[in-house]
């Protein structure tokens, strides 16, 4: 009898990181997986169109949990996923990254004694005033295996006595990227709906809890931005998360650089990206995904979790003036995390 995986997933990046082991798991003769939406993301735009898009099998459960506070929505999931998984009583539970539906997931699953898999274990910040730093810490302190992107996430965790079942595998966005390239490269749909995109752009997003905490922080990003465009001789090509757009609304600033377009699905920015001269985001993912590219990156942050993308040059912080010289990061690996993660499942579970 296969062994049933629970996938729990509740955001964009994770939508996208569970089609890439959803994809290896069907190939699997020892697993089965479910699928469970917390719903964290709940806009149509954010959520739905990723499902059809990475063709994930729909969701067994979508707990619509959403619009709340930090300690409500997770309070909620917990309560809701504590009471599926003692209905259904999967072997193990899969969670992703760093989300309120990573930590519910792995909150629910430790109270009752189910082995948790972490994927993308062992990133820090070291900010905890970052929601994303306090749930990774916790989850990887209930994790059963630990999935690692990069050495330096292998040592953070070692650092903090976690040194058993952590697994060094290479990044699965990376596997998602390759996946894309091919599905981009001669999709005509996607060339005619940006055909707009000017000669010589930047993609921004912005959409982080602490970037759109205040108007004068954001209007403060703004500024930046608009400087930086006009110095390098650029268009912005504004991606307006649905939390930034009621401070864009406030905003004072010119908006005579920014060309300001809705969210993009997963194959949208990534098409958007191959054609990008810079990105300027305080987006995790996408500070990768650059690299992916080639594309250089500025982070609108006071630190990042993926310090190999600062120290190869291919990112830096906005604070900071100048990239150090690029290199290769080896450590994201060739493309082929997913069926390390899996092989490793199938020995140890």
């Known amino acids: ?112 004694k189910i082995p948790i898999l972490h994927v993308e274990a062992g990133l820090r910040s070291y900010n905890k005033n970052m929601p994303e730093e306090i749930n990774r810490v916790l989850t990887d302190h209930l994790s059963s295996l630990l999935f690692c992107p990069t050495q330096t996430s292998v040592h953070n965790l070692n650092v903090e006595g976690i040194r058993e079942d952590v697994h060094l595998v290479g990044d699965v966005m990376y596997d998602a990227t390759l996946y894309a390239l091919k599905l981009i490269d001669t999709n005509r749909a996607l060339k005619e709906k940006f055909v707009f995109l000017p000669e010589n752009f930047a993609l921004l997003t912005i959409h982080r809890e602490e970037s759109t905490i205040s108007l004068d922080g954001f209007q403060k990003f703004l500024n930046y931005v608009n400087s930086f465009a006009k110095q390098n001789d650029l268009k912005i090509i504004f991606s307006v998360h649905p939390r930034t757009r009621k401070f864009l609304e406030n905003s004072q600033i010119s908006l005579n650089n920014l060309i300001l377009i809705d969210p993009l699905s997963y194959f949208e920015i990534q098409f958007v990206l191959s054609r990008a001269q810079y990105v300027l985001t305080d987006s995790g993912g996408l500070q990768k995904e650059a690299y992916f590219h080639k594309v250089p990156c500025v982070t609108l942050r006071s630190e990042t979790e993926w310090v190999e993308t600062i120290e190869a040059g291919w990112n830096r912080l906005w604070s900071i003036e100048h990239y150090k010289s690029r290199q290769d990061i080896k450590d994201y690996g060739h493309g082929d995390a997913a069926s390390k993660i899996v092989k490793i499942m199938e020995a140890e579970l």
């Open 1 to 112: 009898m296969k062994k049933r995986i629970f996938s729990i997933v509740g955001t964009r990046p994770q939508f996208i990181k569970a089609a890439v082991l959803s994809r290896t798991l069907k190939k699997s003769s020892k697993f089965i997986e479910t699928i469970v939406h917390t719903g964290q993301h709940f806009d149509s735009n954010m959520s739905d169109i990723f499902f059809r898009e990475l063709a994930i099998k729909s969701p067994m459960y979508n707990l619509n949990i959403n619009g709340k506070s930090h300690g409500q929505m997770t309070a909620h999931m917990l309560e809701a996923l504590e009471t599926i998984f003692i209905k259904e009583k999967p072997d193990s539970v899969l969670v992703y990254g760093d989300t309120n539906s990573t930590l519910a997931g792995a909150l629910a699953a430790a109270k009752l």
